[in-house]
């Protein structure tokens, strides 16, 4: 394999969540082009595992590289190829989905235009929604802001919590798409979801 | 540096569209400060006596105030998160909540503090300083606080523990604050003052988001 083709690897990685032991020498190998479907039952460890992979929590054992270089060494270098949605939509209530999605990439390092931030929420059926505080917002809604911003994000790492909840048939669709574009054009993902993904290039971790 | 004034605005932008919570802190302020009069009378010389200690007590508590919502709000809603995997280092995402909390818990308290000081019959010179003093020593609120507030994220009762932990931390600020502003009421050199109040700055601004920082990182995992 070329070496400047992105990879994450995990080795042998253990989680312990108080005294319990959740999974133990875990090794898995993503790379471009691919997606992970992390399968298991509730409560075994797949946000766990989600967050060991973002670098947000460290595993007791083992180690995770991203093209061959510890994420613990080069973390911005990680964060700059990584985008990572978690359960909680981290969204201002107080604040429009256009504010919101502003911050988010700002956070994220990327200078977008308000045009291009209006057509991402367009995309996801947000058109006349943009001015509003989130709070008004219903829950599918809110999920769409946040993926608004996989479209303005250039990252080639998506970690997705459970990206298809609260989501309607078309917008599962929608976002399944957006999936699989980001994996065609050389990008990773790495999901937890309870119903099947009909994507190439996948392949199932079973916890 | 585009994220970090992104969060300052952010930060801003909240407060705004909540304004209560900010006045409330401004009305304790000025509320308390005016009780001391109100209950003295009209002793002026007491009342310019008490008046540094008066005014630095209520902008010590005021401040403490507006610490509880610093972090809890986006550690809730997992912002936190984003801002530990944000490309820019988290010490200057946080950097950049600790000045939005002195733009807004710190900064008016200094513009407020000439009003105040008048009810205490201060005089302009004793004025000038109390406004230099709380100008240096507002930020030094802000920033050891910040350690508290990430301290007690996510526990139980966090606002009570926190007060616990903050409060005397805030001490030497209180003592070298209120001491330049009695020491110019009085006639005396306020040099000394100074000089420790600008030292505990750097020191606060130096130590404080890292420490802020290492503690958020602790919370979040």
């Given amino acids: ?93 107080d604040l429009t989905a256009l504010e919101n999605l502003e911050i988010a990439t700002a956070l994220d390092g990327v200078q977008i235009s308000t045009d291009d931030a209006l057509l991402a929420l367009h995309r996801f059926g947000l058109r006349g929604r943009e001015d509003l505080p989130v709070n008004c917002l219903s829950a599918g809604q809110k999920r769409r802001v946040l993926l608004a911003r996989l479209l303005l994000r250039k990252a080639k790492l998506w970690i997705l919590d459970e990206p298809f909840n609260a989501l309607d048939v078309h917008a599962v669709e929608m976002l399944s798409e957006l999936i699989s574009e980001h994996i065609e054009a050389g990008g990773m993902a790495i999901m937890t979801s309870h119903q099947e993904i009909l994507m190439p290039n996948g392949r199932v971790v079973q916890l | ?113 000439p009003v105040i000081g008048i009810q205490f019959d201060l005089d302009t010179s004793t004025l000038g300083v109390l406004i230099l003093a709380l100008l240096i020593g507002t930020p030094i609120l802000s920033l050891i606080g910040a350690i508290g507030a990430a301290l007690t994220l996510g526990v139980r009762g966090g606002g009570v523990l926190l007060s616990l932990l903050v409060l005397p931390l805030y001490i030497p600020v209180l003592i070298f604050g209120a001491g330049a502003v009695y020491a110019q009421s ?32 602790i919370a979040i995992e």
């Fill in chain 2, 1 to 113: 540096m585009n994220a970090l004034i992104a969060v300052i605005r952010r930060d801003l932008l909240l407060v705004m569209r909540r304004k209560s919570e900010v006045l409330t802190i401004l009305f304790f302020f000025m509320i308390v400060t005016s009780l001391f009069p109100l209950g003295i009378g009209a002793d002026t010389a007491l009342l310019r006596k008490i008046a540094p200690g008066v005014i630095w007590v209520a902008a010590l508590l005021s401040t403490m105030l507006g610490l509880q919502r610093l972090f809890a709000s986006d550690f809730a809603d997992g912002t936190l998160e984003q801002m530990a995997l944000s490309p820019t280092p988290l010490g200057l995402l946080v950097g950049g909540k600790i000045t939005a909390h002195w733009l807004v818990c710190g900064l008016p308290l200094v513009l407020l503090a």
């Fill in chain 1, 1 to 93: 394999m070329p070496s400047n083709q992105p990879t994450l690897r995990a080795h042998s990685l253990t989680c312990v969540r108080g005294e319990r032991t959740l999974f133990t020498g875990l090794s898995f190998e993503v790379v471009s082009g691919e997606w992970l479907h992390i399968r298991g039952e509730n409560g075994i460890g797949k946000t766990s595992l989600l967050r060991i992979l973002a670098g947000l929590s460290k595993p007791a054992a083992g180690s995770i590289d991203w093209n061959n270089c510890s994420i613990e060494a080069d973390p911005s270098e990680y964060h700059r190829n990584l985008l990572f949605l978690g359960h909680r939509d981290s969204l201002k209530e």
């Fill in chain 2, 186 to 217: 009085v006639g005396l050199d306020t040099t000394g003052h100074f000089s420790v109040l600008g030292a505990l700055l750097a020191l606060s601004l130096f130590f404080a988001p890292w420490a802020t920082t290492a503690a958020v990182r």
